[in-house]
Antibody
Framework: QVQLVESGGGVVQPGGSLRLSCAAS????????MHWVRQAPGKGLEWLAF????????YYADSLKGRFTISRDNSKNTLYLEMNSLRAEDTAVYYC????????????????WGQGTMVTVSS | EVVLTQSPGTLSLSPGERATLSCRAS?????LAWYQQKPGQSPRLLIF???SRASGIPDRFSGSGSGADFTLSISRLEPEDFGVYYC?????????FGQGTKVELK
């Protein structure tokens, strides 16, 4: 079955950097747009970034102010999120999730989610 | 940015009762989805394109609405339906979520 497995979370100091990974299996990864979504402790869901199936388009939440970069390696079936200048308010569970439909050129809902990886920004 | 406001914040109901959740957008949206999240779990897609049920979702879940006003209905609550529900709009290359409605056991 389709599976998304995030990794790379941990504790990082304010101002530090971290790279998250999301390994996909059970699907043709290169056919799907992918997203990162986060959830701060006890809070709601926040969409962060999107990368189209062929990497032609990347979109980010305005709140990130250029600190995060989404990328993918279709040969490794892996999605990444590079996070820089981390702040305490970036503390959250980070989920990767996929577009519901293949080869989607318009926006789509998210049908499969990983289990999430926890990022804690603290000195 | 489109802001989604969900109401009520908390819904206290008993199994077998009907649940009606509201999601209002700050402007007309192209597409709307609903997700369910239980404690310690990842979100699960219930409804997409405002009224289409996702794969494997029971028919007691239904979505309706258009423009800026949407509703998720659960016809007869089952014990496994208690949790937090989020609406999400997608379109214009931005995705935003509502703040969530918690459906709790009365």
């Amino acid at each position: 079955q389709v599976q998304l497995v995030e990794s790379g979370g941990g504790v990082v100091q304010p101002g530090g950097s971290l790279r998250l990974s999301c390994a996909a299996s059970g699907l043709t990864f290169s056919n799907y747009g992918m997203h990162w979504v986060r959830q701060a402790p006890g809070k709601g869901l926040e969409w962060l970034a999107f990368i189209r199936f062929n990497e032609n388009n990347r979109y980010y939440a305005d709140s990130l102010k250029g600190r995060f970069t989404i990328s993918r390696d279709n040969s490794k079936n892996t999605l990444y999120l590079e996070m820089n200048s981390l702040r305490a308010e970036d503390t959250a569970v980070y989920y990767c999730t996929k577009d519901q439909n293949q080869y989607r050129w318009t926006d789509d809902a998210f049908d499969i989610w990983g289990q999430g990886t926890m990022v804690t920004v603290s000195s | 940015e489109v802001v989604l406001t969900q109401s009520p914040g908390t819904l206290s109901l008993s199994p077998g009762e009907r649940a009606t959740l509201s999601c209002r957008a700050s402007q007309s949206v192209s597409f709307l989805a609903w997700y369910q999240q239980k404690p310690g779990q990842s979100p699960r897609l219930l409804i997409f394109d405002a009224s289409s049920r996702a794969s494997g979702i029971p028919d007691r879940f239904s979505g309706s609405g258009s423009g800026a006003d949407f509703t998720l209905s659960i016809s007869r609550l089952e014990p496994e339906d208690f949790g937090v529900y989020y609406c999400q709009q997608y379109g214009g290359s931005r995705w935003t979520f509502g703040q969530g409605t918690k459906v709790e056991l009365k």
